[in-house]
């Protein structure tokens, strides 16, 4: 089990603002955990006794919606923190998290994180930024909902996965969704992404290499109204 104090990880999330012996201590009591794909972190409605630092792997944050289809909120990568906005408000999760690949994860008690936040104003803060970008991001998912076309918000989704997950050695996406993870991201129904999907190969935007999608024209997925 790696020792929090020497870990790379918390560069990329507000762990670095922790000063060495608060990571010594983190250290002791946390617990390392390995998730396969598809199994669920924790459940929309659970009460998160702590959160969890993703050491590896990626994991998406939905909500499940009235008529019984999941939205995809957020999908959360390598550096970043799980489930600390249920902790600190003291509410159960408002949403799941599941792995979308083999996942290592480290849990830290709730103790420990609020130990820490009553007495490291640096942590506190970085806290509270992260959660004002999370809050931001959803600002900005609600102004496409409303105002972007299903296109659009699906050729923007392949090129932010893209950007911010990169690809596999023969330049497919490096993350593996299926035509039910794409509808949740941009919010419409399957069919409605798949028939887009199609659209986008037979105009030559992308290709699929097996179940792997791979873009083929970046400028005109920019393009795509």
Known sequence: MGKCEQ???????SLKALTKDELVRISSCKTSRSIKKGEVI?????V????????DGICKLSKLSENGKDQIVKMVVKGQLLGQRSLISEESSNLQATALNDMEVCFIPKSEIFADLQKNP???FEVLKDMAH????SDDIIVNMAQKSVRQRLAETLLYIHENFGTNPDDTLSILLSREDYAGIVGTATESAIRVLSQFKKEGLIESVGKYIKIIDFAGLERVE
Not at 48 to 55: D, E, T
Not at 134 to 137: A, P, T
């Open 134 to 137: 999370d809050l931001r991001d």
């Open 42 to 46: 924790f459940e929309e409605g659970e």
């Open 48 to 55: 998160l006794n702590g959160v969890y630092c993703i050491k």
């Open 7 to 13: 870990c790379i990880i918390k560069q990329f999330n």
């Open 122 to 124: 640096k942590f506190s």
